[in-house]
């Protein structure tokens, strides 16, 4: 089936450590975004990327870090610096061109701390 | 940025038709009216999209009047699976998604 994949489900966080989330897509989609959401809230826009070896910063970069060497993948890195990490977080991809197109989500990733 | 203001929460019962609607007054003109669904620790999933006029598919219709400042999405006959957050959001979302702004969304609550 295509779509996009997310892992892992679950995850936790001590002070000081850095920690990578998966996010994998077989859509063939040329654009990949990474959003946080809080609890009761709607998604914010971390980092985006529309071709591969390239990324955009989205409204929360501070404290994040992203890669995108492959099409298929586009992992986020959550730096010590992010004091406040504690959040689920979605990836989507999507299509780029003209005349509107969906954003397809993964099940996301429960970030917490210890 | 095109700002959409919809209901926080919404009530209705089983069988019931609901209309949630989303304002958007400050549209442009290359941008598209999409809602999404999204349950409790799931993403969202897309429901339906338009750009005017009346658009329906075999989950829900979405009526534009002409001057587009806003939107209704119409659910009918609802069940408990419909239980769930909807975003209303306008844009590109094809060249320009990441100036897509996703707002709280409307947390719809149905009864038996």
């Known amino acids: 089936d295509g779509g996009i994949t997310q892992s892992p489900k679950y995850l936790f966080r001590k002070e000081g450590q850095n920690v990578t989330l998966s996010c994998e897509q077989n859509?063939?989609?040329?654009?990949m975004y990474w959003y946080r959401q809080d609890p009761g809230q709607g998604l914010r826009l971390i980092y985006y990327s529309q071709i591969v070896n390239d990324f955009q910063k989205g409204d929360i970069a501070e404290g994040y870090s992203v890669s995108r060497e492959k099409k298929e993948s586009f992992p986020l890195t959550v730096t010590s610096a992010q004091k406040n990490p504690t959040a689920f977080y979605l990836c989507a991809s999507s299509r780029v061109r003209q005349g509107g197109e969906k954003l397809f989500f993964g099940s996301g990733t429960q970030l917490s701390v210890l | 940025l095109a700002k959409t203001t919809q209901p926080i929460s919404m009530d209705s019962y089983e069988g019931q038709e609901v209309n949630i609607t989303c304002s958007h007054n400050n549209i442009a003109t290359n941008d598209y009216i999409t809602w999404y669904q999204q349950f409790p620790s799931q993403g969202p999933r897309f429901i339906i999209q338009g750009y005017k006029t009346k658009v329906t598919n075999e989950v829900a219709s979405l009526f534009i009047p002409a001057d587009r400042k806003s939107s209704t999405l119409s659910l009918p006959r609802v069940s408990l699976s419909d239980t769930a957050v909807y975003y209303c959001?306008?844009?590109?979302?094809?060249?320009?998604?990441?100036?897509?702004?996703f707002g709280s969304g409307t947390r719809l609550s149905i009864r038996p």
């Open positions: 959001l306008v844009g590109d979302t094809g060249s320009s998604a990441s100036k897509i702004i």
């Open positions: 859509l063939n989609h040329d654009a």
